[in-house]
């Protein structure tokens, strides 16, 4: 491989706390060690269109505590087709940028993943989605983050539930995994969590109402995965009226508020650590990989294993979650 003089970055998918940490690192780092950097604006749109700015350490000055990410993101059906990509790898030349680094989820992951063998050109991912849902990494930025705003909403619908005895099913992110759910409920003291990994072995409605919840409360809160495969919240309180109609029952649907927000100390140093690593693996000659975090050490993943493999639940979590409800 020639010599990497300057590096590209871009933000792609769902935006997460923590992307402008590892923007911040990845263009410090570039910088320590005399490398160009080149920030692409609106993810892959931008690679297409050219929205492309030289950056120096003053670009990413007194960003680590934002959240969201200060080169935008964006969707880009272009790049799904062939003639989008090679417009994009036609950018990249003009441009003088020798490798890239993408953070996102799985959609940035997947599109970097066949720009790479299409080209033959060195790209590192940085997996950042409130998700959590990209195997080879034991948590992706923003996580931690959307998880304690899920616990902060939880806590303040707990009151309003208590004082009225009410059931309350509260929706939160989590299109394909129920991390945030299972994780955020068991944090929150919610009595379930209804998530698709198990959607489909077991009526999880009925299994709550036998396993008798509320038996010994006066207000429930479950937590929902917006999954199409659950249904969400909506569906399971539309249930509840229908099927078990003694019961008072709300819902919350906690949206895109759980996207934003400052970065937990945890995902600016996550963010911090595979910012920096991911230019330290382009130096070393590394391509077509995710850098993940595992048992705390930075770990090398191939893009099609994180792509490809989906990442399980930890099914001891439910039985946690269970013993600890009643």
Do not use: W
């Not at 989605?129 to 909403?153: P, V």
């Not at 006066?218 to 909506?234: R, W």
């Not at 309180?237 to 099927?243: S, T």
């Not at 996207?259 to 996550?270: E, K, N």
């Amino acid at each position: 491989m020639s010599e990497i003089k300057t590096i590209g970055v871009l933000t792609s998918g769902g935006d997460a706390p923590g992307m402008n940490a590892a923007l911040r690192a990845v263009t410090r780092s570039a910088i320590f060690n005399n490398i160009r950097v080149k920030a692409i604006y609106r993810g892959y749109k931008g690679l297409i269109t050219g929205e492309i700015v030289e950056f120096k350490t003053q670009n990413v000055s007194n960003i680590i505590q934002q959240g969201g990410t200060i080169i935008k993101t964006a969707r880009c059906d272009e790049f799904r087709t062939a003639e989008g990509r090679k417009q994009a790898y036609d950018t990249l030349i003009n441009e003088e940028i020798d490798a890239l680094v993408v953070i996102g989820g799985d959609g940035t992951l997947t599109g970097a993943r066949i720009f790479a063998s299409e080209f033959n050109y060195p790209i590192v991912g940085v997996p950042g989605t409130i998700d959590n849902d990209i195997y080879g990494t034991d948590s992706t930025i923003g996580y931690d983050t959307a998880l304690n705003t899920i616990l902060e909403s939880v806590d303040k619908v707990r009151d309003t539930a208590s004082s009225h005895d009410r059931l309350f099913f509260i929706e939160v992110m989590g299109r394909d995994a129920g991390f945030l759910a299972l994780n955020g409920a068991i944090a929150s003291g919610a009595e379930a969590a209804i998530i698709p990994e198990i959607a489909t072995e077991v009526d999880q409605l009925e299994d709550l109402i036998k396993n008798g919840f509320r038996k010994t409360k006066n207000s429930s809160i479950v937590l929902v995965a917006e999954s199409e495969i659950t249904g969400g919240a909506l569906h399971y309180a539309d249930r509840v009226k229908k099927e078990y109609p003694g019961y008072d029952v709300r819902v919350v649907i906690l949206g895109h508020v759980q996207r934003g927000g400052s970065p937990s100390a945890y995902d600016r140093i996550l963010a911090s650590r595979l910012g920096s690593a991911s230019v330290d693996a382009l130096l070393d000659g590394q391509r077509n990989i995710m850098l993940g975090i595992e048992n705390d050490q930075v770990v090398a993943v191939p893009f099609t294993k994180a792509i490809k493999n989906d990442k399980p639940i930890d099914r001891d979590l439910l039985r946690v979650l269970k013993t600890l409800s009643i």
